[in-house]
């Protein structure tokens, strides 16, 4: 270990950065933004600088001699795009937002990295950074949240491939108004990861040319050293997946070789490209090509490594390097100067086309939702499987929405979601909308965030917020001939307590239109519509489109009522047949409100949340999941509190105790006990 | 289309599978499974027959050619072991477990499969399948429950890596007690999945020999011809894995290439081999080579086709058949015999390490439990993190436990679990107990589940029930640094409603001793033992090891108590610090309950459950978690509503206001209020 650590430092000094002779400007760069790093992070003891410092000559070739952007319109829509998917590294990207002139980026923001512990003192008020830990899409210049390790991969291939069938459908001869490249930089943890390895199939599988993927190959990983958990070829294993792939033996020094390899992937065309850099973590530095280096503090000596004699402050970049990167201010306006003229020129020249991509850049959902609310989908209570209505309405929503891309992971035919393979978005036809992702689920959502994050405008809150909408099937145990590894019991309780996202059992097609309804309004945050695989058996009326976008909603209502019974998904059926029996059987007045979605319903006046549960002295929650958010609401539950079992259909739900007849049996024994606790889980 | 069914159905023809001619033992064999697959599958009108009929040869070769089983004893200790990763295609592995004679495994049955639909009409009862939809641990015969795809390929990693270490620790010169080899049987879809692709490139890495992957390559998926979603070069794939890689180019009618590849890969050392089989799928019948032979029915032509004009019944083998197949029972038996003698040679040579071996499949912990009940940690309240006590615990329990396998997956520095490289398990030390995982957290946790089942004998129950403790780091919002797409606020929801799952998040060290206490008493089910980053800074005083094993318990008592705070983890810190201000400066008698394990309180006595949490007119949760289970006990929650934030280190928790200030504020607030709501988030 000591001697690639020696050999670093010693080929830092020889090489000419540390040293005090003439550099070229390129070197001045680097050597800049590496001593600019060693500052941030010695500014609050820590941060991720090993692989900054090591990526320095990387980033100078990209954001001075390859990529277009426009540092004073972050969103200027034909840029290319960036992802760190190493995004611990983020105070790279943060230091190349800085330099090239993003005015937001500013050097106090730099120096709040890490950095906002405690509230001001005097103020008492928070400090709020910019710089966090790892990027977030909502700063201007961050095109996706990058966390865990893998999945900035995937959002990279997700933009490559709304690039590509953005360049498809509104590029014309003479009239490129797509150019836009995606990079995605990362590291040996991403490549490791399963999420990466399938979006990089799927990258070679669509053979996306726009795509270039620079691996910072620097062989060493929290713990050690990458030979102890690697033995990879990686070049080899890129190439099987139909990757163009190229080697730089160094990275450290020069950016002249990482130029030529960008200018070549750039050039080649019909597989996307993987540069396979190799560098030093923490270059130069008291622990550089160590474990040491990727998380941590650098000394007082690694401090004056990088110093210039002239500079005597922190935090500061030399004269030379800030006007060698001020030409990208400029640069980046005249890019977008001349491609506005271009789309000017084209709104003349292909005036149908200009108002798609119009369309297209703003988000234009035309009509949908008086077409959701008209649309007659013959819903008559017993019919079909929540997911056969889906099929039916997705299928009417693709003729009707060009700006819709949609895609499975082999469960399309099961699914039901119509021939689409007029639609497929393939490398023959890149102007298609409908991705086959193969079994690889995982990256299939992170490459939907990917092609979300696309054509989305400026985004604020507090994660993407991204317009993603997941349609989940085999809902809870009524998939039954699986068996319980394929049935969840308790997805619904992650789904329900992952801030931001809206999550939705419908229970009949009208909830299932209501269910569009909602996602299709919700424009910045992502919907999970989770799907019955089976048709009701019982007819349950009262149910709404309207009223899904409240998120529950009395379907049957009586005088002073006893009981209210609260339902969701496949169980409403049961639930509201149940009810007829309470009432006329055993004669316990009894209400029945379906709850499609909880996190909605929880945003309504507490009047209409009153209004719909706090009627009656019981309130017992029906669903064929473990119950976790029920008891907010509930006296008491009807849930699963076991795995299912290889049952058949519409069978389990009576197996586990969910038909009308158990339901009856159970809210009357319950209520006849009197009940003092304050939940129950009724068995 | 068309061309490939009509061709499969003519090489079937031609090649003597559906001729009249004679045929051999091999050919007859694999005739009369498939017959058997094809009644099975239009027993119920479905099922997962096409894959099993494909793969019929590859069954031959292996249960007849290859494998070292004993069908009267499907636990014997020294077989090998077969999992069946495309586990849809269950049926296969049923029908050989009932060819070679496993008792349990009778033609009733078989004929349940995908058939227990509903209760018997006359006597009520469900009917219990065997044969379910996913193989099913608990099933003698079936290694381990594979259920979504990929997960099977890291479950045999784990099954091949504790094999390993096994062979490694106790064969001796003269006594291979250990011969046991690992097969596993893909397809596709497990190929495709981030999991396997992490898996995989484990075991290149460890080189593990003793690992023989099939992979059923039928070129076909559910929704249509593979080459839709793949253009990988597989077996290059492979290879840049560091796998050794054997072709068969045809694996639909003679086993005789099977087996030979087979052989190949049992002599083939320091590497995994991956055999890939060339097969059709549904071979012969209508929907051969078609996506609709993957889940389907089977026509009337079909049940014809592999039929003996001998044999009218379905769902009968022919005698021919049965008697080929005879043998296995007295191998088997003969297998264990022998494997028994060695044993009890092996006591008298080498006594020590057979008294090793013995506790090993006993599974012993010998007397762990006294010494972590008696364990010093020197926790003086503000001391340590509970990540640092684990790390501490961790290293004494690695001492005393031979037993105890660990792993990492990059965090074993920053985790702080000490040196353990005199222990690492790599391929050139078999016999260590430290698996250094990578960057792979998924296959992490699979191949922990196949290590688990490794010396698992008879297993009852739900799903696995497998004792694998994991160990959890940078729990919640304390890990300020890395920014909120590292920092759960979600993921203890999906815990604590996983049916036999035990989620503890212990608040100090001694609550950590407790954890570990409790997780080594559940023999049969999994924990997850969450973790903080960041050392207490304000004392907690009343925490208890054994208390933890009733999950939660009394810290601090007062008389006519009008609040309980219910809190775990780094905030119990923060809460017990506002509940002595609530009594002191606000004259609220408050008393405070630590919740580690809210699975395991939910399993103590109502009566218990009372006193810990019925006394008082407000039971108010304090936890830095979208609160999803509390509502079950509490009138009101102070709780993450959103995502965190990249603060730093203890900061976050003030910022989200779970400071003893903020705590203190709201509660007083709250109390004063005189609340109606049934539950109420505090903000």
Redesign the interface.
Known sequence: MGSIIEEARQSAKVNGLTKMEPLTDDEQAVRDIRKLLVDICRQ?G??HGGGAIGMAPLAVALWKKTMRYNPANANWFDRDRLVLSN??SAILLYTMLHITGYPHMTMEELKLY??????DPVTKK?KA?I????P?IEIPGVEV??????QGIANAVGLAIASKQHAALFNKPRYEVTLSRIYCITG???L???????AL?IA??LGLDNLIVCYDNNGV???GPLD???????N??L????WNVIDVSNGDISIDPIVAALELAKSHKKQPTFINIKTTIGYGTSTAGT?KSH?GTYSDEDATLYADPDVVDTHTLSTRTKSYFKSAVEQGRQLEEKWNLLLSEYKKSCPQEAEALQSRLDGTLDGIEDFLLSMNIGDKGVSQATRQYNGAIFNQMMDRVPNLMAG?A?????NQMGDQGHRIF?RNHYNGRVI????????MASISNGIAAYAAGVRMG??SNLQVIHVATHDSIGE???????QP??????Y?????LQYIRPATGEEVVGAWLLALQSRNQPTIISLARDPPTVATRGTNRECVLRGGYTILDVENPVVTLVSSGSELQFTFAAAKKLITEAGIPTRVVSMPCISVFEQQT?SYQDEVL?SSPHIISVEA??S??W???CTASIA????G?????I?NF??FGFDSDSIFEKVQKHVKAKPT???QLLK
Chains 1, 2 share one sequence.
């Open positions: 609050n820590g941060g995004g611990h890490a950095n906002a512990k405690m509230p928070w950074t710089c966090h830990g790892h977030e949240t990058t966390g865990p390790l893998g040996d943890g991403c490791q990861e399963g999420v990466a390895q399938e199939a070679g599988h990983t929290c713990d102890w958990i690697v033995s990879d070829d990686t080899a294993k190439r099987a997946m139909g474990f998380h499975g082999d469960l399309w035919n099961s393939d086959r992702y193969g079994i690889r689920e995982h990256a507090a994660l039954g001939q699986n068996g319980p590894t394929h019991v308790e997805l619904d309780s992650l329900r307590a992952m801030p931001n507490i706090s999941y473990v976790s958010m008891a907010r609401f699963m509190d076991s795995y079992y290889s049952g058949s259909g069978g009576t197996r606790r304050r939940w």
